[in-house]
Each structure stands twice: as C-alpha cells, then as structure tokens.
T-cell receptor
Framework: GAVVSQHPSRVICKSGTSVKIECRSL??????MFWYRQFPKQSLMLMAT?????????EQGVEKDKFLINHASLTLSTLTVTSAHPEDSSFYIC??????????????FGDGTRLSIL | DAKTTQPNSMESNEEEPVHLPCNHS???????IHWYRQLPSQGPEYVIH???SNVNNRMASLAIAEDRKSSTLILHRATLRDAAVYYC?????????????FGKGTHLIIQP
C-alpha cells in the first residue's frame, strides 16, 4: 500500500533553533502534500498545503515566514520551523495522496514528528 | 465543508463488534464519506471510504444510510489494537487538492 515516511520522529532542541521536517511519499508521486499540527488532547489542524513546484498555501492564522515549506520534487516536501519557541512545541504530521488514482482517494499519513522546544 | 457529528467516546469489549455512528445531515451529493483512525502518538490511518453503497475491506465495513445523512463504521471483532480515535470526514469528489478537516472524533475504548 501507499507509504508516507516522515523524519525525524522526535526533535528536542533549544529555543531559537530552526528545525526541518521531511515528508516523503515512498511508492507514489504526490503533486500535493499537506502539513497538520496537533496539540495535546486536540484534533489535527491543517496548517498548509504544499504544492510541487509552486508556493505553499497556508491556512488562516499560520505564519508563512515561521513555517517554511518546500516541495521540490514529486516525492518530497519539507517543513522548516524557523526560530522555534516553546509555543511551537507540537506534533507535526504530513500526508499525501496519489493523484493518479483520482481525487476521492484517501490521504496517507506519516507517523508524525514530535517537536519539543526547551 | 459539510460537518460531521460523532459521539465523544464509546466503549466496547474485546472480540465483540463495534458500531461507530456519524451524522452528516448537510452532506452534498458529491461528498465521499471517509473514515480515519489515530492510534496514540501516531499519524492517522485510513480505514475506509464510500459514496452511496455499503463498503467492506479487510479492516472494517461502512454502512451508509439510504438518505446519506448518516453512516456507521463497523469493526466486526474488536481487538485491543483497535483502541483509537476514529474520525468521520466528508471529502468532496472535486477536493483532491484539499486537506482534511478533522473534528474531535470518537475515542474508542476496548475493554479486555
């Protein structure tokens, strides 16, 4: 089945550090990938839509200069949390859909990255 | 996006069937009903989806009401590994480039 790999699974770093998270579709191509954030005991919230070869689309309230997204190939999207602060600590999850199979096909999720900023 | 309503939590016993309900009274004719589940500390996992007819796969069955205003996810024989938060999400057939809108879902507790 379709697999999405996310790396790293866990990051602990000091305030002010920039952190890059990678999301790869391993056995299919994804022109669009999605980034979500989940705070403890809450549901997933869509942060942005990553489009291959063009700018990402951010949801209202998500700072594009804070959360840099690059989707340079059909199998890789990266999310960089710049100058991270403790309030950025969260569970970040990416997903992708194989568009060759039609628009109503399911999204496949990575295992998430738990980011802890000290 | 059309909204879905699910119970906050449900409890079941191991090896018994589980029926997880979802109401979506404002569903449009081109909205697909998707179900995902999220185990603790993991990303969501696709379970099943359908449009009008009931669907079966190796994980579960999806029963869709004739008027499509509600649906039920059926786990035929629950195991402890099925303990998770289950999300019922509507996705329009033209929404291939859209992210998913997650509600609060149903927290399924499985008792041994």
């Amino acid at each position: 089945g379709a697999v999405v790999s996310q790396h790293p699974s866990r990051v602990i770093c000091k305030s002010g550090t920039s952190v890059k998270i990678e999301c790869r579709s391993l056995d299919f191509q994804a022109t669009t990938m999605f980034w979500y954030r989940q705070f403890p005991k809450q549901s997933l919230m869509l942060m942005a839509t990553s489009n291959e070869g063009s700018k990402a689309t951010y949801e209202q309230g998500v700072e594009k200069d804070k959360f840099l997204i690059n989707h340079a190939s059909l199998t890789l999207s990266t999310l960089t949390v710049t100058s991270a602060h403790p309030e950025d600590s969260s569970f970040y999850i990416c997903s992708a859909r194989d568009y060759r199979k039609g628009g109503n096909q399911p999204q496949h999720f990575g295992d998430g990255t738990r980011l802890s900023i000290l | 996006d059309a909204k879905t309503t699910q119970p906050n939590s449900m409890e079941s016993n191991e090896e018994e069937p589980v029926h997880l309900p979802c109401n979506h009274s404002t569903i449009s004719g081109t909205d697909y009903i998707h179900w995902y589940r999220q185990l603790p500390s993991q990303g969501p996992e696709y379970v099943i989806h359908g449009l009008t007819s009931n669907v079966n796969n190796r994980m579960a069955s999806l029963a869709i009401a004739e008027d499509r205003k509600s649906s039920t996810l059926i786990l035929h024989r629950a195991t402890l590994r099925d303990a998770a938060v289950y999300y019922c999400i509507l996705l329009n057939s033209g929404g291939g480039a859209d992210g998913l809108t997650f509600g609060k879902g149903t927290h399924l507790i499985i008792q041994p």
